[in-house]
Every structure is written in structure tokens, then in C-alpha cells.
């Protein structure tokens, strides 16, 4: 399958009289989508969107899952038992260019890495290479945590063989381990990151910045040319939703409006609540909220180079035939 974006134009997005066909008031259709872990905050933006009925208004019914690892997300998606999942850019491209995944980013939604080192204050790991000979927990093996890892610590010189790496809940119960010695460090989300910094005094908290498109929106291009203004609809109520947390000074009503219809990690505390869930946006509009959910140019040609330079991928492609923004300017056209 070639996936390239002049394919994905002509296939996926069609005529703009397809596409600019009213959803709204028509029977609704489900739209599945899957989270790469069990629902928080971090994934907020299809939560939101949910609970709203964001995707109601665009004639969308939600079908929300929350998965058990990235690599998994993305092989549901695939599998077509997904319309569309949520995984790491790091291992979206890898499994793109190097195993030909029949797989496009349609969006992304975290522009830097929503991944955080969280170790001990009694032996901290502050910079990458601080992690060699250590065993590191993380939510997933083979999955976008373990790619981030790998490609730190190549980029910082050190071989990924040198860390332990054993799979352990994305949660702040997880950095117990630590504590018992089972764990030299512990890689987590932003939320895990915020509830844990927030109930201790003796976490040591190091950000991931490895250049590359933190997270992103991926799905089958034959899937879209089939119904491209699903894809369409799901991105507006998406981009609604979003937009909405970024802009909004009072999340109370947010974080409200989300628990009576979700089950979500971190929802208790609403000062922790609150502080987990502006972290999580500044993420989403870390490039300008301008670019809220759009695949920035300049950040995947980057990303290739990196892997690239990593020997992560097989060769090194151009950037523009792992992405398409033509669905999200669609749904954000008055």
C-alpha cells in the first residue's frame, strides 16, 4: 500500500462537497476509538469530547477504550477493530517506515513527549545517561515508553542494552517499587507524573524532550477513503473539546462534566485534578494553540532525522508521507 498524501487526498478526503455534507441531525454513527492505557486525564480530549456530546453534535456515537499498551493501540487500529487509536510518535514511525504499518497520523495531539523519569531524590536520575545499569519501569514493553527510552539513551550515548526493563502499571502506585528496590527508576505519563509529585515529598521528576511528535492520532487510510467524513467529525469534536481545556481559566466544570460519565484516574483530588490536567494541555498547545492537534511540519522532519541518525528506522522518508493535516483543515473550516 503506498501512503502517500497525494493517495491519501484522493482517496481519503474526496470532494469537498463530501466532505463539507452536514453530519449534524443525521443517525448517529459510531466512531471507536482507543486510549493506550486505562483512562486519565492525559487522554482528557476524547474524554471530554465524550461526556459533552461533542461527538453527538457531529452525529457521532463514541465507542471509547481504553487499551493496554501503545503497540496494542495501534495494532487494534490496523486489526479495523478501531476506527482510530492514540500512540507514541516514536513507535508509530518505526512500525510505519520499517514495517510498512498500514497506518497514517491524522493528528497529533501531544507535541512534545508526555513522558516523565521519575526516580528516588535519594539517587536521582537527572540526565539520561544517569539511567545506565539501572532497571526502569514502564507501562508497556515495545511500546512508545520503551521507544522514547531507546531513543534517549541512544542519542545520549548510551546503549538501550545497558537498562532493565520490566513492565509495571502506568500509575503513581508504581513508584513504590522504587522504594522497594525493585526499580532504579519508573517511566510514567504526565498524569502518573502529577499524582505522585503531588502525594511525596521525595520524587525526583526528570521531563523527556526528544524531539519527536509526542503522541498522535493514527488510522488506516483505506478506512478513512471509505468514510472520510467520520474522520472528519471525530476531529472537530476533538479539536472542540481540546481547545476548550486550553483556553478555559475554571477546569471544575471540565473535570465535573467528565466524572459523571467516565471512570478516571486522578479524579478524586480536584486540586491534583486540576493541576494534572493543565499540564496535560500545555502539552496539547506547546507548539501554539494554533496548531491544537495539527502534525507540525517542521517537528516530523525533524523526528525522521532523528530516528534516522539513531538507526531506529530502515531509511530515512520523507516526512510528508507520515501525516496528513487535510482531515483536521476540513473540520476546522467556519
Known sequence: MNLTRRNLMLGAVGSAAMLSFPIKGHTEETFNFITPFSLSLAFAPVIYADAAGYYADEGLSMNLQAGKGA???AQMTIAGQMDSGRTGGTNYIVSRVNNDAPLISIATIAQRSPFFVLS?????????ADLEGRTVGMASLGGSMEGTLNLMMSGAGVSPDTVEKVKVADSAASFALIEAGRAGAFLGNTSSMIIASSARDDVNVMPIDDGMPGQVYVARPDQIAE???KFVAFLRATH????????????????KTIGEKHEVTGLSN???AQKDLRTNAENWASKGNDNILRNVPEVWEKAVG????????DKKVPATELYTNDLLDQALKA
Open 71 to 73: 503497540a496494542l493501540a
Open 120 to 128: 528516588s531524590k535519594d539517587n536521582p536520575v537527572n540526565e539520561i
Open 270 to 272: 480536584l486540586e491534583t
Open 227 to 229: 468514510n472520510p467524513e
Open 306 to 313: 532523528l530516528l534516522a541518525d539513531a538507526k531506529l528506522i
Open 240 to 255: 472542540r473539546a481540546a481547545s476548550e481545556i486550553v483556553t478555559t481559566e475554571d477546569l471544575q466544570p471540565i473535570l
